[in-house]
């Protein structure tokens, strides 16, 4: 497995951007899928976006495709998540997670890091 730190949260008003950040640990990164999911409140988690092992291929959720933009850097370990036109129902922790492909459902993932809060004020 891999050890994944997220980063880049924050509290911005609406129509505002934030930029998530993710950090992996070991040496086999680049062999990972990675995936941005979020939770908001008495809700369940919900895929946001996806990248293919060597960045190829990106996926996202409809409710962010145009907004949202999911990247990696396979040297640096990390996977990004750029969020644009934030919109309050964009609130929520957000968690990134590693897998054998890029899925969206959760239970795919085998790595999860432990979330970071989002908070999109009106």
């Known amino acids: 497995q891999v050890q994944l730190v997220e980063s880049g949260g924050g509290l911005v008003q609406a129509g505002g951007s934030l930029r998530l950040s993710c950090a992996a640990s070991?040496?086999?990164?680049?062999?990972?899928?990675m995936g941005w999911f979020r939770q908001a409140p008495g809700k369940e988690r919900e895929f946001v976006a996806s990248i293919t092992r060597t960045g190829g291929s990106t996926y996202y959720a409809d409710s962010v495709k145009g907004r949202f933009i999911i990247s990696r850097d396979n040297v640096r370990n990390t996977v990004l998540l750029q969020m644009n036109s934030l919109k309050p129902e964009d609130t929520a922790v957000y968690y990134c997670?590693?897998?054998?492909?890029?899925?969206?459902?959760?239970?795919?993932?085998?790595?999860w890091g432990q979330g970071t809060q989002v908070t999109v004020s009106n």
């Open positions: 997670a590693a897998g054998p492909n890029r899925a969206t459902m959760p239970s795919t993932y085998d790595s």
């Open positions: 070991g040496r086999t990164f680049s062999s990972y899928a």
